[in-house]
Nanobody
């Protein structure tokens, strides 16, 4: 099995910064795509940023220019640097790993982390 463990959430004032990390562990051969999603109270889960092998990262319009996604393939880890945070960024942030190939398997899998709370408030 594969486990995704997120860290780095917390309470920050408007205009502040946070860096989220998500490390994938398990019997992993490769991960094609890693991304961050978020879900605010009473809202649907939305894609925030996504990064795939050999492809330019994509961002939801509301975070462009403020958030940066990056990954360390050797560590199966994805990061989300969040700057100029706004109250509307408050949500539970979830890490996702898609098209994960386990050693000895040709079937791609999809995994989610448990989520980390980000609260932007003065």
């Amino acid at each position: 099995q594969v486990h995704l463990v997120e860290s780095g959430g917390g309470l920050v004032q408007p205009g502040g910064s946070l860096r989220l990390s998500c490390a994938a562990s398990g019997n992993i051969f490769s991960i094609n795509t890693m991304g961050w999603y978020r879900q605010g109270t009473g809202k649907e889960r939305e894609l925030v940023a996504i990064i795939s092998s050999g492809v330019r990262p994509n961002y939801v319009d509301s975070v462009k220019g403020r958030f940066t996604i990056s990954r360390d393939n050797a560590r199966n880890t994805v990061y989300l640097q969040m700057n100029s945070l706004k109250p509307e960024d408050t949500a539970v942030y979830y890490c996702n790993a898609d098209r994960v190939y386990l050693r000895g398997s040709m079937t791609p899998q999809n995994y989610w982390g448990q989520g980390t709370q980000v609260t932007v408030s003065s």
